[in-house]
């Protein structure tokens, strides 16, 4: 069962533009969230995260959205460069539990933007 | 700087071979895990440990096991190498406080099994 949904396999944008990556979860005991970008032959790389008592966290160009009532978290680029094209993959925490900082992943979305 | 490093990025390895994947982190982690990414599937927990000889089961254990030995190194053992455990192989730690939930990644691990 995939707790960590990303329903979009794939997103292209213009440069410039700005690119909206979507993630829904099921575990309402999910309450602190992550974006991962990874290259390829690379391991992912952190790029914001956000706790369930925001809505909202900005960092540079990286912008992340949670609706806790639809369990729904989206990461927003802007303007988007060709160097962030990638896979991005968001993660979840039911941090206030035994999970030891585990993480549960979603499928990832790959990001190309085009010049 | 934070640094994971995996012994390998390429293996080649034949069906039925005991295969050993090895991570060192150098931030004295207390959370190591080892994950297996496949295209459309994502990032699948295998196991995790949060202290030396600790661990845990993943998502999908079935065909693994690991070991802690030290604090920095964690290993990811297939004891008998089957063709579905052909992926990409990623190491991760992290701290065990709450509030540190960053986990940091090795370059990861091709694994063909033939």
């Known amino acids: 069962d995939q707790q960590v949904k990303q329903n979009s396999p794939s997103l292209s944008v213009q440069e410039g533009r700005i690119s909206i990556l979507n993630c829904d979860y099921t575990?309402?005991?999910?309450?602190?969230f992550l974006w991962y970008k990874k290259y390829p032959a690379e391991g992912p790389t952190f790029l914001i995260s956000?706790?369930?008592?925001?809505d909202k966290n900005e960092d540079g160009r990286f912008t992340v959205f949670l609706n806790k009532s639809a369990k729904h978290l989206s990461l927003h680029i802007v303007p988007s460069q060709p160097g962030d094209s990638a896979v991005y993959f968001c993660a979840a925490s039911d941090a206030g539990g035994t999970s030891y900082g585990k993480l549960t992943f979603g499928q990832g979305t790959i990001l190309t933007v085009h010049p | 700087d934070v640094k994971v490093t995996q012994s390998s990025r390429y293996l080649v390895k034949r069906t039925g071979e005991k295969v050993f994947l090895e991570c060192v982190q150098d931030?004295?982690?207390?959370?190591m895990f080892w994950y297996r990414q496949d295209p459309g599937l994502g990032l699948r927990l295998i196991y995790f440990s949060y202290d030396v000889k600790m661990k845990e089961k993943g998502d999908i254990p079935e065909g693994y096991s690991v070991s802690r030995e030290k604090k920095e190194r964690f290993s990811l053992i297939l004891e008998s190498a089957s063709t579905n455990q052909t992926s990409m192989y990623l190491c991760a730690s992290s701290f065990l406080d709450p509030g540190s939930y960053e986990q940091y990644f090795g370059p990861g691990t091709r694994l063909t099994v033939t």
């Open positions: 931030m004295d982690h207390e959370n």
């Open positions: 575990n309402s005991m999910f309450d602190y």
């Open positions: 956000i706790s369930s008592i925001k």
